[in-house]
């Protein structure tokens, strides 16, 4: 749950095969704050963060790998698109 004044928003979690939960707070983070450095609204921010999250899960380590980042941009940029 995201809330910002009056804007509430419930951010559902990425599907992903989970194999290690390392660092998926932290891209979460990174990527709802990206959002917001955009202007972004709450629902937006908080997807983006759950797209990286998942991507960090489905490796060991905090690293996403190369085709899970290529992968997450572009469901970033098609999610950032959308009205």
Not at 5 to 18: K, L, R, T
Not at 32 to 55: E, R, T
Not at 62 to 73: D, H
Request: proline share 6%; with cysteine.
């Amino acid at each position: 749950m995201v809330r910002s004044g009056n804007e509430f928003c419930v951010i559902e979690a990425w599907p992903a095969e989970a194999v290690d939960a390392t660092g998926a707070g932290d891209l979460y983070a990174s990527g709802f704050i990206y959002g917001h450095s955009l202007g972004l609204p709450l629902q937006k921010c908080g997807n983006i963060g759950s797209i990286l999250a998942a991507k960090v899960v489905e490796v060991i380590g905090p690293k996403i790998n190369i085709p899970r980042w290529k992968e997450g941009k572009r469901e970033i940029r098609k999610m950032i698109q959308e009205p």
